[in-house]
């Protein structure tokens, strides 16, 4: 089976505009997290969804978003980009929205300049 | 709140040696335990994931240990090579409906030729 992937993998982008990620989760695979990676943070989570519904959202504000389609793929939007948004974005998938183990994505990398 | 801690925050090696990273956590009540490896710039690669009913779980040169009741994991590496060199994170599943993995701020090792 593929792997989780994730498009673009490098994006630069200017203060006050929006990004929008993608993440394709594993074949049969219809749980979806994103997680922030930074050098201060460290890993943070964002938020996971399940059938397309928002199950859980992490401690992020509401510029912050995302969706989930029918095909499991799901999509991050970030808007009015801030510079501390730049950051490693991580998809992660697995089979069923529980803590079992979680299959990560390669990451998008976003600069905000 | 769960908090994770990993020790040492950095580590070198020669190679060959066998060693022990280290994770702690601050609420015992997780549903499993997971162990990453992260290369520079790059995803994560699942290693080995404990279920909390677990003590241990092995693939190959690599054995991790889970005490929930002392809130403490450990990952050993055994003969370590310079291919083994990454940060190595760690990440406990809660019990509670979020289904979030809390991260460590991860272990970066160096194995040096």
């Known amino acids: 089976k593929a792997g989780v992937t994730q498009t673009p993998r490098y994006l630069i982008k200017t203060r006050g505009q929006q990004v929008t990620l993608s993440c394709s989760p594993i074949?049969?695979?219809?749980?979806v997290s994103w997680y922030q990676q930074t050098p201060g943070q460290g890993l943070q989570f964002l938020f996971e969804?399940?059938?397309?519904?928002?199950?859980n959202k992490g401690n992020f504000p509401g510029r912050f978003s995302g969706r989930q389609f029918s095909n499991s793929r799901s999509e991050m939007n970030v808007s009015t980009l801030e510079l501390g948004d730049s950051a490693l974005y991580l998809c992660?998938?697995?089979?069923?929205?529980?803590?079992?183990?979680?299959?990560f994505g390669p990451g998008t990398r976003l600069t905000v300049t | 709140k769960q908090e994770v801690t990993q020790i040492p925050a950095a580590l070198s090696v020669p190679e060959g040696e066998n060693l022990v990273l280290n994770c702690s956590f601050t609420d015992s009540a997780i549903y499993n335990l997971q162990w990453f490896r992260q290369d520079p710039g790059k995803g994560l690669t699942s290693l080995l994931l404990i279920q909390s009913s677990q003590r241990e779980q092995t693939s190959g040169r690599l054995n991790a240990s889970l005490d929930k009741s002392s809130g403490r994991s450990t990952l050993y590496i055994a003969a370590s090579q310079p291919g083994d060199s990454a940060t190595y994170l760690c990440a406990v599943g809660g019990m509670d409906s979020s289904y979030k993995l809390i991260f460590g701020s991860g272990t970066r090792l160096l194995v040096r030729p």
């Open positions: 969804y399940f059938s397309e519904t928002q199950r």
């Open positions: 992660a998938s697995n089979e069923v929205p529980s803590p079992y183990e979680q299959y």
């Open positions: 074949s049969g695979h219809r749980s």
